[in-house]
């Protein structure tokens, strides 16, 4: 529905509403019925002295009489038959025809009566409360719009969050899952190692034995060879590539060498914590680094090639 057919709805005169979209650019029905409720005084002149029949008085009686009968026989309106509803133009009528669907019009010689002052005052009330209650539910669907916009932005952050936590932890499982693997190759080489030497001195044992008994080293059955596998020789890390989580969540990474003491690396997260006294440690495998910790390289502590660490808060000083 156009913005002409809706003021036409809500009773306005055609001259009102010409005025207001063309005299005072109305591009909305708001700037409309300001434009009416505000230029009320000049429209209504306009009214007055265009849409009124005009009789041309004069001295003579029978010239009065003939001009206000011609008035008389003058079309002033239109009406519906349908619903008896006097309309004031062509326009007026298309605009009825289109919202009620009536299509039986017919010419009318009454005039539609101007409003009165109070009429107009009563209409003039009615628009403005008609439009404080617009804004007000305009202003009500925007809030409710911003608290949804709002419960989004918080629902994507936190899942952005549990996605990067979830990353984060993987990469620590997947870190000290290697580290483990490592250590574990590391002790069954020196095992194999062991096992080796042991062998070699038991046969060694027997060599004597029977070299001192008169018999001849030949005779001594020498033992099975046991197949050692060589361990692949350990890689050496000159580095730390460290991984600290903070109290509120975010992480910090940081390179050191492989013979740094762990102080070095208190000292850091001190500089990035900057808060209450706190620990450090480990989730896997648990562990809870001390003061006791502080003279050990990285290296001891099974903190290379990698490590992933997490900063404890302390509820009060230690003494």
Request: charged share 35%; hydrophobic share 30%; with cysteine.
């Amino acid at each position: 529905m156009s913005l002409a057919e809706q003021l036409v709805e809500m009773g306005f005169h055609q001259n009102q509403i010409d005025s207001a979209i063309k005299t005072g650019k109305s591009a909305n029905l708001e700037q409309a019925i300001d434009w009416i409720t505000t230029h009320e005084n000049e429209i209504a002149a306009g009214t007055a002295s265009g849409s009124e029949p005009v009789l041309n008085l004069s001295s003579s009686g029978n010239t009065t009489t003939a001009t206000t009968t011609e008035a008389q026989s003058e079309v002033n309106s239109l009406k519906c038959d349908e619903c008896g509803k006097l309309l004031k133009d062509a326009d007026t009528a298309t605009a009825h025809a289109l919202r009620t669907n009536h299509s039986s019009f017919s010419e009318c010689t009454e005039a539609i009566k101007p409003l009165t002052a109070e009429e107009k005052e009563e209409m003039k009330k009615k628009l403005q409360e008609r439009i404080v209650a617009r804004r007000k539910e305009q202003q009500i669907a925007d809030e409710k719009n911003a608290i949804e916009m709002e419960k989004k932005r918080i629902s994507d952050a936190k899942s952005l969050l549990e996605i990067k936590q979830k990353r984060e932890e993987d990469e620590m499982k997947k870190i000290a899952e290697a580290n483990r693997r490592e250590k574990l190759e590391t002790q069954l080489a020196k095992q194999r190692a062991i096992e080796q030497i042991e062998a070699d001195k038991r046969a060694r044992r027997e060599r004597a034995a029977a070299e001192k008994s008169g018999g001849t080293v030949e005779d001594v059955p020498a033992p099975k060879p046991q197949h050692v596998v060589t361990p692949q020789p350990t890689r050496q890390y000159d580095e730390c590539n460290l991984q600290v989580r903070l109290p509120d969540g975010s992480t910090v990474r940081q390179i050191f060498k492989a013979a740094d003491r762990f102080e070095k690396v208190m000292e850091w997260v001190r500089e990035k914590q900057q808060s209450r006294p706190f620990i450090l440690v480990q989730n896997y495998p648990k562990k809870d680094f001390s003061e006791n910790d502080n003279h050990k390289s990285l290296t001891e502590l099974g903190l290379v090639p990698s490590g992933s660490l997490m900063v404890k808060e302390l509820a009060h000083f230690q003494t």
